[in-house]
């Protein structure tokens, strides 16, 4: 596990009228400061990876379509740094997962449908001061192989 990383698996709440889930609260106790809610659509198969922030953590939740999530621990005073780590986000297996400042990350979406995240950061993005810092999806100093394992 990375240092600082928090998932939560989420409560889906089913009735004869639909469903209901809770995704973050202001009083967990990992939930810091609200920056800005974004969305993003993304294609079947597509990788968007990697980057990682100096200043901001993200809360990320894949509310349509299913990712693999993968992130890498860039921060060196961290007990996990050069760990990587696979997390499965998306309507399969709804869930939040937090991702510090310092730890890169990415996903590639699963299956046949577009995916769909939403996420909350806890800064708000500058055009002129980005808090964007990119890697790409191959990079040999992280060695993630973003193909499908067949078992």
Not at 32 to 40: A, E, H, N
Not at 116 to 144: M, N, W
Request: proline share 5%; hydrophobic share 35%.
């Amino acid at each position: 596990m990375i240092q600082g990383v928090k998932y939560k698996k989420l409560i889906k709440h089913v009735d004869d009228r639909g469903s209901f889930m809770e995704i973050i609260r202001d009083d967990e106790e990992w939930f810091t400061r609200f920056g800005q809610l974004s969305y993003s659509f993304t294609y079947p198969g597509v990788i968007k990876a990697f980057h990682y922030h100096e200043k901001q953590d993200d809360i990320w939740f894949f509310p349509k379509g299913n990712a693999q999530v993968v992130l890498h621990d860039l921060r060196k005073d961290s007990s996990s740094c050069g760990e990587t780590s696979v997390y499965y986000l998306g309507e399969e297996k709804p869930s939040t997962l937090l991702i510090p400042k310092g730890v890169a990350h990415g996903y590639r979406v699963l299956g046949s449908a577009p995916a769909i995240i939403v996420y909350l950061t806890t800064e708000s993005y500058d055009p002129s001061h980005p808090d964007e810092f990119r890697i790409a999806y191959d990079d040999p100093t992280i060695g993630f192989d973003w193909s499908t394992q067949f078992r």
